[in-house]
């Protein structure tokens, strides 16, 4: 059934297709999220021996966050003209295609054809990415945080579908290390395609207020420029980390297979909690909630700078995810906090982009700070970055303490 002959009306609240929609999801987002665990755990180690220059050893998952980047943008507007679930499906496509080239790039020895592999898993996140918005289409505002929660609870089952699939056939393709798991990428994906067939979402002709506001005033809001800086500062400090730890932890003498539960711990870390976020949010207020996110990024930071040991690695990989999902879930609640339902599309696609476009600049940057600088000065971006968006916060949070009622 094509998206148009759904018989749901636009802007219709109804918190029980939210939670269908949000359960059907969060398994759609299991199996994409593994195709990206795949990317990070393997990419950058892939790079490092295909690479001209160790420097470039992260550009894989740099072409991955530009795919993210580039694709946030069309997924909106593919949302907006054709539906969300074509958004979404276009997004598959690029999922499994994904996996083939990049198979194909380690088969062959061909550093280029790697990243255009990672590329098109970027152009894939960007669109599962969108998975937690198109849950709070129908969502009462009292329960979309809920629904935003359920739906990245689905990537505490990444956490162990990716790296697990990495770990199992990371040789199966000897001497060509990890090409059977980027098979293994494609089919994650192509299930995930088969699961989206049962989200249902609004039709295609939305009513478009008497009044419409240009992007632009709607962007200039406090609210909003805050909780693109809180999404920005969460996510390029949580990439920058998980992108260079694998390559990290290997350069420290450690085994892939460490690397990889890293990567593991981390994701698991970044998703559990998503159980309980949104109820947090619902109980203590978002600002409150994103502000330890933000400070357990932090302590990441210091994990991350007082020692080389596995548990070290580990541990600041599993501060960094759970203060991810505490910031990252409270900046997207406070983004669905600033837009009518006829901007949504546009807003939430261009929140992405920010946040995606900042996370493609810290990504390339982790490489080579890795390389010339080492682990410890990657820990030290962390506080000034993180510190900004906490002063943001509190700004936020006392200017509406101060607006009168």
């Not at 802007?11 to 990070?40: F, H, P, S």
């Not at 696609?349 to 920010?354: G, H």
Request: proline fraction near 4%; charged fraction near 10%.
């Amino acid at each position: 059934m094509s998206a148009v002959a759904e018989p749901i009306t636009y802007g219709t609240i109804d918190d029980g297709l939210a939670r269908r929609n949000a359960m059907v999801l969060a398994v759609a987002q299991a199996l994409a999220g593994g195709n990206n665990t795949v990317i990070v755990s393997t990419a950058s180690i892939v790079g490092a021996v295909l690479a001209p220059d160790k420097g470039l050893a992260t550009l894989p998952i740099t072409a991955m966050v530009m795919g993210m980047w580039f694709g946030t943008l069309p997924v909106g507007w593919m949302a907006r003209h054709f539906g969300r679930r074509f958004a979404l499906q276009s997004g598959s496509v690029f999922g499994i295609l994904s996996g083939l080239i990049s198979y194909s790039a380690v088969m062959e020895g061909q550093f280029w054809l790697l990243l255009i592999g990672t590329f098109c898993g970027g152009l894939y996140a960007a669109a599962h990415q969108s998975y937690r918005f198109a849950a709070a289409d129908t969502a009462s505002e009292a329960f979309r945080p809920k629904v935003v929660s359920w739906v990245l609870a689905g990537g505490v089952f990444a956490a162990v579908i990716g790296p697990q699939l990495v770990i199992f056939t990371k040789d199966l393709l000897s001497p060509h290390m990890f090409a059977a798991s980027y098979l293994g990428q494609s089919a994650c994906a192509f299930v995930a395609a088969l699961v989206l067939m049962f989200v249902k979402v609004p039709p295609l002709v939305e009513k478009r207020a008497e009044n419409p506001r240009p992007l632009g005033q709607i962007v200039r809001a406090p609210r909003f420029i805050v909780a693109v800086a809180c999404g920005i500062a969460s996510y390029t400090m949580m990439n920058v980390i998980m992108t260079s730890a694998p390559l990290a932890m290997v350069g420290c003498g450690h085994s892939v297979t460490d690397a990889t539960l890293g990567i593991q711990w981390h994701v698991l870390a970044m998703y559990a909690p998503s159980f309980f976020t949104g109820g947090l949010i619902a109980r203590y207020g978002v600002e409150r909630i994103a502000g330890i996110g933000l400070g357990l990024i932090g302590l990441a930071a210091v994990v991350g700078i007082a020692g080389i040991t596995v548990a070290h690695f580990w541990g600041a990989l599993i501060f960094l995810g759970v203060g991810w999902n505490l910031s990252f879930i409270g900046a997207t609640t406070m983004v669905t906090q600033c837009h009518r339902p006829d901007e949504r599309t546009k807003v939430q696609s261009f929140n992405d982009f920010l946040i995606f476009g900042s996370m493609a600049v810290s990504s390339f940057s982790s490489g080579q700070m890795l390389e010339y600088l080492g682990w410890t000065a990657i820990n030290e971006v962390i506080f000034p970055t993180i510190c900004v968006a906490g002063a943001m916060l509190v700004w936020l949070t006392v200017r509406k303490r101060m607006s009168p009622v």
